[in-house]
């Protein structure tokens, strides 16, 4: 079984800091793609950012410049670290990683809720 982590969500101001954290856990032989999505209320599940294992990084335009996605692949974590933040950045963020244990799957978090407001 593989079983995914998130740590790091709360309630800051706009303007403010957040860093979220994903550990991966499990008898994981390989992981590729490692990503971010966030839904709001009434909302779909999008993407924010995903980066390969070749270290291939993909973010949605409206976090551009704002938000920064990295991991370490010693500690089968992905990070999100969200500057800048905006009341538009609230809403429930997911991790989400492409792991291989027996075949490949998608495996999700569990939720963090982020909240951006004064």
């Known amino acids: 079984q593989v079983q995914l982590l998130e740590s790091g969500g709360g309630l800051v101001q706009p303007g403010g800091s957040l860093r979220l954290s994903c550990a991966a856990s499990?008898?994981?032989?390989?992981?590729?793609?490692m990503g971010w999505y966030r839904q709001a209320p009434g909302k779909q599940r999008d993407l924010v950012a995903a980066i390969a294992r070749d270290d291939t990084i993909n973010y949605a335009d409206s976090v551009k410049g704002r938000f920064t996605i990295s991991r370490d692949n010693a500690k089968n974590t992905v990070y999100l670290q969200m500057n800048n933040l905006k009341p538009e950045d609230t809403a429930v963020y997911y991790c989400?990683?492409?792991?291989?244990?027996?075949?490949?799957?998608?495996?999700w978090g569990q939720g963090t809720q982020v909240t951006v407001s004064s």
């Open positions: 989400s990683m492409y792991v291989k244990y027996l075949g490949w799957t998608t495996y």
């Open positions: 499990g008898s994981i032989s390989s992981i590729n793609t």
